[in-house]
């Protein structure tokens, strides 16, 4: 058993370095010298690293330009279908009305529209537009974050759902009786809520505007500073030689803001699949998506439970400000005072799995998931 | 909020339907005139008016040997590719289950970071590793001016190791979550009734993951078929003499080379019905594991 064990680690091990080993080499050939990047015997290490690829890629060939016009595409794109993505999720999970399941399955199929194939009638949508708004024909960054925008929509509005439906109804309903708005509800309740998961929505909106090459390569023709990174990465293969060292520290470029990026929110991303591909259904991988949804958005720490099996279910108090207030009104509501300090198991409901409710984990903070904190439940 | 009736929804709704609706609907609805119209340079350029041909466009299409040459490339390297994805993806997630602390970590780092490569970076920085004289690959196994682009399979090979590279993370990860949600006790259950690791895993695992395991092959099919930015950086544009075309590249090369707008809308639109055929299927089996709308 030991054994067997250790030679899986090994094989695990090799795996994961045969997985970043072309990283590792992109990395790697950005900063070889010359020499031996056109070496007939390449070594997978290097004793004289050196900057020239970068200052070549930087310096001649302008590509810090391309570098902000692709962030800036991308933090516009992110800015935008986060908002749009935002009222559309609170409209499909806070009401009810006709045509809701319609819509939701809209945004459903709309992820599967192969938008390769939209490029043609985009093209010429975009070209006519040009005519009239100068800001968005081709050769602009502003097609680019229009269509953009589009693109990541349905895929934002179908994971933020999740995150928004996780947000327990009481404290919309409190902050109503205590007098709030619609308009205060959206902007001081549910939106500091969201804000987690809308990160999370972020960073899949931010990759894919930045990883486009498709829509880059058809809009932006004959601009060539409104170039982004992926067009503009194609510029050194030659026909007669390439520039493995320019290409390589330009692939660098544009791969370690995304990796340091993805690895930072690698956790959360996990959590916002759950959303899309509902990782969470019931018989399996829900507590997955659950799970970390619960653990890494944050300030919320919402214990979902059943209606109507006695014991509270609803958000921890906390926070500062009038979130915080209604928060902890909306907790002190449903809850008698019995079930302070009892824990149990909450039944499935609908074939969930069980969910521990944890009152000593109330009391102390929502920060620490039930189990950890209080090993008594388990 | 509320849940009696009230217009508050449709103002929520609005600007996601306007930018929905016109970038995505009226797109649809354009692809599908274009693909019924005479559409070529000519017309983009005003010279000549735009003439309504029918069916035309799809006729000869359909009598085109090279279109069902393309599709059959796309249907196998697309169908490849999902099981090359899938195979390494679950295997690597059961492997997660049995290893140590510090090796998981380790793998799940390196299948992120593989995950989150764009796909041009990805794609060059493997046409480097093959290079024919400079390629890593060549030099360590000793194989002298061999192109691996030149070939039409080992071009595809290569296209399709890039793309599992990039894609089978996800596989891993969906499938690592749903095996750790598996209740012990059915796994240990199993164990005492003397299964083995193959048996747990086709009668126990498989069974139960069922429902992700179809929403992590459509969601693979459907991504693998779409595959553009690879084949397009990797082969130029796909490959010589168009060997390595796949339906997106045909159609877009169709339209934006050769200036066959309406031609390559035709493509276009086979293409969408395929994926909606197998959406449809996604969507079925959504319903079926009980996902609630």
């Keep these: ?378 | 909020m509320s849940r009696v009736r009230t217009r508050a929804p449709l103002w929520l709704l609005l600007p996601a339907a306007v930018v929905l609706g016109g970038l995505f609907l009226y797109p649809m609805y354009q692809l599908g005139l274009l693909s019924v119209l005479d559409f070529t340079q000519a017309q983009v350029s005003g010279g000549q008016p735009t003439r309504f041909v029918g069916a035309e466009n799809y006729t000869r299409l359909l009598t085109d040997s090279r279109f069902w040459d393309v599709l059959l490339a796309t249907v196998l390297f697309a169908a490849a590719c999902v099981l090359a994805t899938l195979a390494v993806g679950a295997g690597l997630a059961v492997l997660l289950t049995r290893v140590s602390r510090i090796p998981r970590l380790m793998l799940s780092l390196a299948a992120m970071a593989a995950w989150a490569v764009p796909a041009v970076s990805g794609s060059t920085t493997w046409m480097f590793l093959f290079d024919t004289d400079l390629g890593f690959v060549n030099q360590l196994f000793g194989i002298e001016g061999f192109n691996w682009l030149y070939d039409r399979y080992t071009a595809f090979g290569l296209v399709g190791a890039v793309v599992v590279w990039a894609s089978f993370p996800f596989v891993m990860v969906t499938l690592y979550a749903g095996i750790e949600a598996v209740p012990k006790s059915v796994l240990e259950a199993a164990a005492l009734d003397g299964a083995g690791t193959w048996r747990t895993f086709w009668q126990i695992l498989v069974p139960i993951l069922r429902p992700v395991l179809a929403i992590v092959v459509i969601q693979s099919i459907i991504w693998d078929f779409k595959v553009f930015t690879q084949i397009w950086v990797m082969t130029r544009g796909g490959g010589l003499a168009g060997q390595n075309l796949t339906l997106n590249v045909y159609a877009y090369q169709q339209a934006f080379a050769s200036s066959e707008y309406g031609r390559g809308a035709a493509i276009g639109v086979v293409m969408m019905l395929i994926l909606l055929a197998v959406t449809v299927v996604y969507l079925r089996a959504l319903r079926r594991s009980g996902e609630q709308l």
């Design chain 1, 1 to 378: 058993m030991r054994a067997g064990r250790r030679v899986l680690d090994i094989v695990a091990v090799l795996i994961a370095l045969v997985t970043v080993f072309p990283i590792y080499w992109m990395v790697l050939s950005a900063v070889k010298p010359a020499g031996e990047i056109q070496s007939l015997d390449q070594r997978p290490w290097t004793l004289a690293p050196s900057l020239d690829a970068f200052r070549r890629v930087l310096a001649v060939n302008d590509f810090g330009r391309y570098l902000l016009n692709s962030l800036i595409v991308a933090l516009v794109v992110v800015a935008i279908s986060g908002l749009i993505a935002f009222l559309a999720a609170v409209a499909l999970t806070r009401f009810r009305f006709r045509f809701r399941t319609t819509v939701l399955v809209t945004f459903l199929i709309a992820q599967m529209v192969p938008i390769e194939a939209l490029t043609i009638p985009l093209f010429f949508l975009v070209r006519d537009i040009g005519g009239v708004v100068p800001g968005v024909g081709l050769n602009t960054l502003g097609a680019l974050m229009l269509v953009h925008t589009a693109f990541t929509l349905p895929f934002a509005i179908w994971m933020l759902r999740g995150f928004v439906s996780a947000i327990p109804d009481e404290l919309d309903e409190a902050a109503q009786l205590d007098g709030a708005g619609r308009f205060t509800v959206l902007w001081r309740i549910l939106f500091p809520l969201v804000a987690p998961g809308l990160a999370a929505v972020s960073v899949f909106s931010f990759i894919h505007a930045w990883n486009d090459f498709l829509f880059a390569r058809t809009f932006i023709i004959s601009e060539a500073d409104n170039q982004t990174l992926p067009m503009a990465l194609l510029v050194f293969f030659k026909p007669d030689e390439n520039d493995w060292g320019a290409i390589m520290a330009a692939s660098s470029l544009m791969t370690v803001p995304v990796l340091i990026f993805f690895l930072v929110v690698r956790r959360r991303l996990v959590a916002g699949l759950g959303g899309r591909s509902r990782i969470d259904t019931p018989t399996s991988c829900g507590t997955g998506g659950a799970r970390h949804r619960r653990r890494f958005s944050g300030r919320l720490a919402h214990r979902p439970g059943p209606p109507g099996r006695g014991l509270p279910a609803g958000p921890v108090a906390r926070g500062r400000g009038a979130a915080g207030r209604l928060r902890r009104r909306a907790v002190l509501r449903p809850a008698d005072p019995g079930t302070t300090g009892v824990a149990g198991t909450v039944r499935p409901h609908r074939g969930r799995t069980p969910v521990r409710v944890a009152g000593c984990a109330a009391r102390r903070g929502p920060a620490l998931h039930a189990r950890t904190r209080c090993p008594a439940i388990r």
